[in-house]
Nanobody, 124 residues
Framework: QVQLVESGGGLVQAGGSLRLSCAAS????????MGWFRQAPGKEREFVAA????????EYTETVKGRFTISRDNAKNTVYLQMNSLKPEDTAVYYC?????????????????WGQGTQVTVSS
């Protein structure tokens, strides 16, 4: 098992920034692609960003391109999501996920481990 713990969520005004972190423990972090997803009230969980094991390949949903950046520090078993120019529509619970393969994917069922989520609220 891999345990994932997210942190860094909170309340921010529109136009502001937040940096989410996801710390992994348990089974090795090695070889795993990582992703961030979000779920707003009454909506399905949706893909936000993903990164390969090496960090050399990233994927983003269109609505966050140019505003969000995913990165990872494999020495610290941690993945990050830097969120800039936040909008009220970014309000959601943000989840970190890991998959047992090194290539990033965008569908929830392709991930094997999930964190408990961290709330991000963007006020207008």
């Amino acid at each position: 098992q891999v345990q994932l713990v997210e942190s860094g969520g909170g309340l921010v005004q529109a136009g502001g920034s937040l940096r989410l972190s996801c710390a992994a423990s348990g089974r090795t972090f090695s070889g795993k692609a990582m992703g961030w997803f979000r779920q707003a009230p009454g909506k399905e969980r949706e893909f936000v960003a993903a990164i390969s094991w090496s960090g050399g390949r990233t994927e983003y949903t269109e609505t966050v391109k140019g505003r969000f950046t995913i990165s990872r520090d494999n020495a610290k078993n941690t993945v990050y999501l830097q969120m800039n120019s936040l909008k009220p529509e970014d309000t959601a619970v943000y989840y970190c996920a890991a998959r047992d393969l090194p290539i990033p994917k965008i569908l929830t069922y392709e991930y094997d481990y999930w964190g408990q989520g961290t709330q991000v609220t963007v006020s207008s």
